[in-house]
């Protein structure tokens, strides 16, 4: 391999944050990141506890000058608390809350535990504005349905993370609130006029802007009025034309994951790359799924692409200048004194709604309503048992539930039913107004949003089924 050519693919490489399985870095990430890749973004299959984390990330810190990534928004899509859930409310809480301050404060507190891992980019905050309430993907991750409510906090989000020197990456551009399909799965589309769409989807990012904000993330949304078919972040409309020319952001264009549906069943994971770098991202987000030769197959199409005038070598030296730049931001992992379990039971209690009159509890029988995780959230563990060491808890999937046995097991007691997003789930709600139907005095937590409530005796919104909100519900009814 030429000079040139190995500079080429230095450059090529360095736009790719990668993924791998396991608790330490495999030999092939370490000895790519010597050669120049961009980075890596971790999941909750890399994490065991935050010394671990640290020592991962200082491997990776030896081998080069990564990115190194994760989605640590709070709520329900946590990385570094995975295995146990998040000691922080997510955005629905926050903006429940409307405390500006209070989520600057949150993220700060976030920020801190990453810089104290040697994370010093999180894919975070969601700016979408969640106009559509069945949208199954972005749900509680959103600030709210408003986009001045979803523009104050998404900018105080921003604030909290970069005050201690991790880099914001919003998202999910230009906005993936009102949609009703998941982009991992397929190509969701925005079918509003651009007027809309500026005052609505993009008024939390211009915030966001204006905030400073290091990075943005795109989605794979397809606008009609903007992108046509293609997806956003396969649009040099939407990334060139808009984020950089009508709004005018310098910093690093993220992509969401590549391995989506929304990309690789359209134009095949290569493919994506090469278009959306030619589109204006700077940093591609690769995803947990492709393997080492998918990655290797990457970085020679776009080498390729470059050699057959597909893609001009200026664009990926643009890129490698803004990430140059952002690096010269970014500190090290170093302790910052972190206010987390304060600040989070602090949010989550401000947050916490109750309506109707819950009674003292007797000899509790708990029922949780199954809720299927999102591929974002992941498989995240969530319910009340924590909080309620003597009650019986039975975890039920709605469709087979048997509504007799549970009311018969009910009798004499209390009956606390548990649910998430039941308006997204009709026989979620079918289930709980038959329970409710028999059991009037029957309190039901509604750990997502709470846009469908039944007329049961008391009712709890947590806006999130994060540790934190958890506490907050069922301190409501017991202290």
């Not at 946590?78 to 949150?106: I, K, M």
């Not at 401000?350 to 199954?370: I, S």
């Amino acid at each position: 391999m030429s000079q040139s050519d190995r500079g080429l693919r230095r450059l090529a490489a360095g736009t790719l944050l990668v993924a791998f399985q396991g608790l330490r870095p495999p030999e092939w990430v370490l000895r790519e990141l010597e050669q120049g890749l961009g980075g890596v973004t971790l999941f909750g299959f890399n994490v065991s506890d935050p010394g671990q984390v640290l020592d991962l990330t200082t491997a990776l810190r030896g081998a080069g000058e990564p990115v190194i990534s994760l989605d640590e928004e709070g709520g329900d899509v946590t990385r570094l608390a995975y295995h146990v859930g998040s000691p922080y409310p997510g955005n629905a809480a926050l903006g429940a809350v409307d405390d500006v301050e209070l989520t600057r404060r949150v993220y700060r507190a976030i920020g801190s535990e990453l810089v104290a891992s040697g994370i010093n980019l999180d894919m975070a905050p969601s700016a979408d504005v969640n106009s559509e309430a069945d949208n199954p993907v972005i749900g509680t991750r959103s600030f709210g349905a408003e986009a001045e409510l979803v523009a104050r906090h998404t900018a105080a989000a921003v604030e909290g993370l970069q005050s201690v020197r991790v880099a914001a990456c919003v998202k999910h551009f230009p906005g993936h609130g009102a949609t009703r399909i998941d982009s991992h799965v397929a190509v969701p589309v925005v079918d509003v006029g651009l007027d809309v769409l500026r005052e609505r989807e993009l008024a939390p990012f211009e915030a966001a802007i204006g905030a400073g904000a290091k990075s943005v993330m795109t989605a794979h949304v397809a606008v009609p009025a903007l992108t046509g078919d293609t997806p956003a972040t396969l649009s040099a409309a939407a990334l060139t034309g808009l984020l950089r020319g009508e709004l005018g952001y310098d910093g690093v264009i993220v992509t969401d994951a590549l391995d989506m549906h929304a990309i690789t069943k359209s134009v095949g994971l290569a493919g994506g790359a090469v278009l959306t770098i030619a589109a204006g991202a700077d940093l591609l987000c690769l995803g947990p799924v492709p393997t080492y030769d998918d990655i290797q197959a990457v970085i020679a199409e776009i080498v390729t692409a470059v050699h057959e005038g597909r893609l001009p070598v200026a664009r990926l030296e643009e890129a490698a200048a803004r990430v140059a730049a952002l690096h010269s931001w970014l500190g090290g992992p170093e302790r910052i004194a972190s206010e987390r379990d304060a600040v989070g039971l602090d949010a989550a209690r401000r947050a916490v709604r109750l309506t109707g009159a819950a009674e003292p509890l007797v000899d509790p029988l708990v029922v949780e309503v199954d809720t299927p995780p999102t591929i974002a959230v992941g498989d995240v563990p969530w319910g009340v048992g924590p909080w309620l060491p003597d009650a019986e808890v039975v975890r039920v999937k709605p469709a087979a539930a048997d509504v007799t046995g549970l009311l018969a097991k009910a009798v004499n007691r209390s009956l606390v039913v548990v649910v998430k997003d039941a308006h997204r789930y009709h026989e979620s709600r079918e289930l709980v107004s038959a329970l409710v139907a028999a059991r009037p005095d029957t309190t039901v937590i509604e750990m997502g949003l709470p846009v469908w409530r039944p007329d049961s005796a008391a009712y709890i919104a947590t806006y999130g089924a994060a540790r934190a909100n958890t506490q907050a519900a069922i301190e409501l009814l017991t202290v």
